[in-house]
């Protein structure tokens, strides 16, 4: 990529070997020739020279934020989703501090502003859409690696449970796989996603959590509810996750904290819908963890405590997903990044 927010590390180098000398050469020495031959040669050999960055990104989507987590990240960021269509005039604007993550992006031919900028348009982009192949959301997760990524990335990305099918992570594979290019803020970025690995909202969970036995996780997002029931046991020492328990997971469609608009005094009404449809599909005795963004405001904490008798609330919920989903990337793509690294 043309520039990056953090700096990875070098996983992958092509081309010959540095050169370990050089012959010093002056003008009087060589004629004009001589001189534009041996710059040529240097030129060819910085290009034989280039260290590609390869690594595994996870990249949650979400219609109120992106949560963004790569191997080489110490620890998960996040950043608002909210966009807006722009124009040319908006080019001009000076760069905003980019701790607000608030930019003026160029993508196939089209301007679109983020965040903050968001203010500027009256053309507002919605992330309450049923599918994430909307440009709202493919948008934030190019943002998120041109930002964070590598040359070569490993996509990990997430989708509703209702829409974990062959057809919708067939779409996603075919929107991101490949090579990229989108200016953010006048900087060019090109990278390309080599492989892409899509997992059900609420069950990446899981990995990270490693709850023993028998759990389901509820995740409260800004557009959905998601939940997935799932059976970690520990076999000759190691823990081994099945495959998530279909039938007792799912999705609460338009059902997110922000998109319901719940005000104060709808907070118990609210979390006791919740129970209400959930209720009914899981096992009254299943230990059942609760995280995401709706998981940060203490009234919803209290109105699910009072709903579900054998609830607890993950640390660091905002990021529980990521995290999961990282780890997932990691396991899956292991031999693709060996692969690479010995190219």
Known sequence: MTETTTKPTTRRTTGAKKATSAKKTTSETINKQEVQELVNNQIEESQEQTELTVGVIAVDNGGENVKVFSETMDNPIHFGSAKAKGKKKDLLDPILPPELHSYVVEWKDKIYLTNYRVTQSKYGMTGFKDSKKDDFFVLSTLIAVAKYGYDINYLCTSIPFKNWNETECDALEELYIGEHDIIIDTVPYHFE????????????????????????????GSRTVGFATNMLETKDGKKVTDFPIREKSGTLPRKGLTISNVTDEEYEDYTS????????????????VAFGGGVLNEEIKKGLANEFKNITFADDPLYVQVRGMLEEGLEAFADDEEEVDAE
């Open 193 to 220: 996603i080599a492989g892409v690995l899509v997992v059900a909202e609420a069950q990446a969970g899981h990995k990270h959590l490693q709850v023993e036995g028998k759990s389901t996780l509820l995740e409260i």
């Open 273 to 288: 819908d919740i129970y209400a449809e959930i209720s009914d599909i899981i096992d009254e005795n299943d230990k059942v």
